[in-house]
């Protein structure tokens, strides 16, 4: 079967997540229905199963209890929350976009945000939990970081998205304060459990190169929408600046200090099984400490952010 998929949506030939989000350029009107049916639906996610590739396996010491499951159980539980969380707050960008190609795009950004909670939640059902204790499994690893986490987010978007129905508003939202704010973590899990849990890295890499589209869009939308309506800057940027305001009150930082430390003691139980496997180019993920790593992905939001800022029209 002759099938042609874009670079940008392709499972090996993608640009990695931040280095994407600075470099590639695209639209709603590119990415309609009809492009992500042909280069997602059917491009990106031809033979997955579960949300990786078939030949990305689970090793056996994850099924063991330990520090390694736990994290990999913590980290998965609260995405699939987050994603959830996700797709019924896009539900009012659909609602509300002002023209056929964003509508287009945000249903289509609906469904990979479901399919993102489904693939993380089906991820613990691959590491042997029970099919009845799913929910009791998530709510008592990530149910506290939903509470504290998630819901003040969920608050502070659906009061923009849905009470005051601002679409651009939300587009903000969702790209600069949840998504843009997310996505270097979402690049360090897939590098971070690539050589220890290859089905989840499998599945942290579907749901980064989904990101990439969302990012990429969600800005050229904000960034169309301010050379058309420049006046609307200022209030823009105090949107950004409440939600920054809000995350430096939530406990984000201590759960993801928390998760690395599991994620230590995992990895230096399965160090030989990461050998000489490189985090990043040069640094070996074994030499690596907690510290590292949440600098890295600071390191990476910052530059991220910040180029993405500038493309938008809001530095
Ligand atoms: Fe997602
Ligand atoms: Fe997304």
């Given at each position: 079967m002759y099938r042609s998929i874009p670079m940008e949506a392709d499972w090996t030939q993608a640009p990695e997540l931040l280095e994407g989000a600075m470099s590639l350029q695209l639209t709603p009107e590119k990415c309609d229905l009809d492009y992500w049916i042909k280069a997602v639906a059917q491009g990106t996610w031809h033979g997955l199963v579960n949300g990786h590739a078939l030949s990305d396996v689970i090793p056996s010491y994850l099924f063991e209890a330990g520090p390694l499951r736990s994290a990999v159980v913590a980290e998965f539980a609260f995405r699939a929350i987050a994603e959830e969380l996700a797709t019924r707050a896009i539900s009012y960008l659909v609602a509300n976009a002002p023209d056929i190609p964003?509508?287009?795009?945000?249903?289509?950004?609906?469904?990979?945000?479901?399919?993102?909670?489904?693939?993380?939640?089906?991820?613990?059902?691959?590491?042997?939990?029970?099919?009845?204790?799913?929910?009791?499994?998530?709510?008592?690893?990530?149910?506290?970081k939903r509470d504290t986490i998630l819901r003040p987010l969920e608050a502070f978007g659906l009061n923009v998205m849905r009470d005051q129905r601002d679409f651009i508003g939300g587009v903000i939202v969702l790209t600069v304060l949840v998504e843009g704010v997310l996505a270097p973590s979402g690049a360090l899990s897939e590098r971070k459990w690539r050589p220890l849990d290859p089905a989840g890295a499998g599945i942290a890499h579907g749901a980064n190169i989904d990101e990439l589209r969302h990012l990429t869009v969600g800005s050229s939308i904000v960034r169309r929408h301010l050379i058309k309506r420049p006046e609307e800057k200022a209030r823009l940027l105090s949107l950004i600046s409440e939600g920054n305001q809000l995350w430096h009150k939530l406990p984000a930082l201590d759960m993801l200090f928390e998760r690395e430390v599991l994620f230590q003691q995992g990895l230096e139980a399965h160090a030989a099984v990461?050998?000489?496997?490189e985090l990043v180019p040069g640094r070996r993920l074994v030499e690596t400490t907690v510290e590292e790593r949440l600098a890295i992905t600071q390191e990476w939001s910052r530059e991220v952010q910040s180029s993405r800022m500038a493309f938008m029209g809001l530095e």
């Open positions: 964003t509508m287009e795009f945000f249903s289509t950004q609906l469904l990979d945000e479901a399919r993102h909670a489904r693939a993380f939640r089906n991820h613990l059902l691959e590491l042997g939990v029970e099919e009845e204790n799913l929910v009791a499994t998530i709510e008592e690893a990530a149910g506290d990461v050998g000489d496997y």
